[in-house]
């Protein structure tokens, strides 16, 4: 068996276009699930009471949860009560849903890994709330979450592939739809999986790197 | 509406059960597969086999950037062409999870191994222990206790990502539920109900890991 060198060739302008859709709805997704975890973070580092509570049951849904049926339950559920969306708009909605969850995890951790004497002594020469997140929790929780921040965000990027679930153009719905249209299987599957080694095996050594150089930074001070 | 609602569940209770049993078979054979090849890596990458060490980095690294749903479609379309083998979509799901989770917990795995004292082994080798001994009697039984709360999180993973099996054709409880679906129209209903399916499998789970976890990392 030989590949069809012209026919991947002619798939090209597509497939470039399919990866410019993951990554927008990748990156798309990490900053919007950026913020949320941001906010959610917030609430629980100054136990506001009630939302304190609901961000905990919002976490436990989310990662408890597969995403595809988080998926199909915004793209196919809503309409019955009147919420119609594109697929596009259900992916960014439920990757929002679930990564926010994850990095409001990962946010949590890195500011229970700031030493409280940190906070207390913030507080005692008299930062505001706005003074000690900015000043002291944000700047040491960050660097403390960064490598669990970039693995999840990678994550994120690998899980835009369910989203092909709800008609999303991105690589694997593209890979999808000219094997049911030109039966190529083989061209169409060596395509994707080199777009994936592409696109994902440098972040994932990257990511290697990093923790590795973190763990270092640990053990040297 | 409540009511018919609740009535259409117990209705579609026994078709149900069968679709949710081949979700839990796939996940608990992922699982059980997973758990046996992912200690296997760890022992495998702590033993300092140049050549072996360089296979196992390339195989973790491939499930690390490929998507799992990716291998789900990689196997599913490409074991019919490029071995003639035609495996049946719900042997596809579980070689894939398999695999992947293999690589999860091998990860899982060789990192407690590497984080037990290195006084550990050297004792062991001291005393005469050939490497099966070493392991079997003074490595494993440490690493194992510590690696069980982040496994537990594997497995949690491998069952929600075993939704992904109905994609490639597995009549699961997800296909059964959009059947139910195509005749009644209780979208909401039903897609309610499989949210809840997997979080009342998977949050007990997460809880245990999280409990035990802090209960072993403080003694």
């Known amino acids: ?221 | 509406m409540a009511s018919s609602g609740l009535e259409l569940l117990w209705v579609s209770l026994p078709q149900l059960a069968k679709g949710a049993g081949q979700t839990l078979s796939i996940s608990f054979l992922s699982i059980a597969i997973s758990t046996i090849g992912g200690v296997f890596y760890g022992v495998l990458r702590t033993l300092n086999v140049t050549w072996l060490n360089a296979i196992l980095r390339i195989y973790l690294e491939l499930f690390r950037a490929i998507p799992v749903l990716v291998w789900l479609y990689l196997l599913f379309f490409g074991l019919p062409i490029f071995f003639g083998l035609s495996l049946p979509s719900f042997w596809c799901a579980v070689l894939v999870l398999s695999l992947w989770g293999a690589s999860e917990v091998g990860e899982v795995a060789r990192g407690a191994l590497h984080s037990l004292p290195r006084g550990q082994r050297e004792a062991g080798l001291s005393i005469g222990l050939n490497a099966a001994q070493l392991y079997g009697y003074v490595l494993l039984p440490q690493a194992l206790k510590r690696m069980t709360p982040p496994t537990i999180n594997v497995y949690t993973r491998i069952i929600k990502t075993s939704s992904l099996a109905v994609l490639i054709g597995v009549v699961d409880v997800i296909k059964v539920g959009q059947q139910i679906i195509e005749r009644t129209y209780e979208s909401v209903l039903i897609y309610g109900a499989l949210f809840l399916f997997f979080f009342f499998i998977c949050y007990p789970l997460s809880a245990a890991s999280r409990v035990l976890e802090r209960r072993w990392t403080q003694a």
């Not at chain 1, 609901?54 to 436990?60: A, D, R, S």
């Not at chain 1, 403390?144 to 092909?164: D, R």
Request: with cysteine; aromatic share 12%; proline share 4%.
């Open chain 1, 1 to 221: 068996m030989t590949l069809d060198y012209a026919f991947i060739l002619s798939t090209l302008p597509a497939f470039f276009k399919a990866v410019g859709v993951t990554l927008q709805v990748g990156l798309i997704a990490i900053a919007t699930s950026l913020l949320v975890a941001l906010l959610n973070a917030t609430i629980l580092v100054f136990r506001t009471p009630y939302l304190q509570k609901l961000v905990g049951f919002y976490v436990e849904l989310a990662r408890n949860t597969p995403l595809l049926i988080q998926l199909f339950f915004v793209y196919f559920a809503l309409p019955a009560v009147g919420i119609q969306v594109s697929g596009f708009t259900a992916a960014i909605i439920t990757m929002t849903f679930l990564g926010g969850a994850y990095l409001t995890e990962v946010l949590r951790a890195g500011v229970d890994a700031v030493p409280q004497a940190q906070l207390e002594s913030g507080r005692s020469i008299g930062l505001s709330h706005g003074q000690l997140l900015r000043y002291v929790i944000l700047p040491q929780a960050g660097i403390l979450s960064l490598p669990s921040l970039f693995a999840n965000f990678i994550f994120l990027l690998k899980e835009t592939t369910v989203v092909s679930a709800v008609a999303v153009p991105e690589i694997l719905y593209t890979t999808k739809s000219y094997i049911a249209l030109y039966y190529k299987t083989y061209e169409m599957l060596a395509v994707l999986t080199l777009i994936c080694v592409l696109l994902f095996l440098p972040l994932s050594l990257l990511l290697s790197r990093l923790e590795r150089r973190l763990q270092h930074g640990q053990f040297g001070s």
